[in-house]
């Protein structure tokens, strides 16, 4: 189980608990984050659940592999930290993990 921070735009946060296998998507969608539409759940086929991973954490998430970054060239204003949550595996590795919400998802 790891805990995992997500927070919007504006500042309002949310801690939620993720359970280890998760992915980051499925734990927000679970929990109700708003701003993760993951519309096509969790294949890879969209952007819709775009996250910035905090610049401390990229090295735990892992390493973005060629079909999500082909799926970030859909994204909204994509950044070195940009992953897509349904492409990190929730680990206790993860407890603590802080992730932003993009302003929109297309």
């Known amino acids: 189980m790891a805990k995992i921070t997500f927070t919007q735009t504006n500042g309002t946060e949310q801690t939620v608990d993720a ?11 679970k929990n109700m984050v ?4 993951a519309d096509c759940g969790g294949a890879c086929a969209c952007a ?3 996250v910035y ?7 735990a998430t892992g390493e973005r592999e060629e079909m999500e970054e082909d799926m970030l060239d859909f994204a909204f204003d994509v950044r070195d930290n940009s992953r ?6 929730v680990t206790s590795d993860l407890d603590g993990l802080k ?7 297309f």
């Open 84 to 89: 897509l949550s349904c492409q990190i595996k």
């Open 53 to 59: 991973v905090d610049e401390s954490w990229l090295a």
């Open 34 to 37: 708003p701003g993760i539409d």
């Open 99 to 105: 992730v932003t919400v993009p302003e929109k998802q």
């Open 48 to 50: 819709t659940c775009h």
């Open 19 to 29: 359970e280890n296998g998760m992915t980051v998507m499925e734990s927000a969608i």
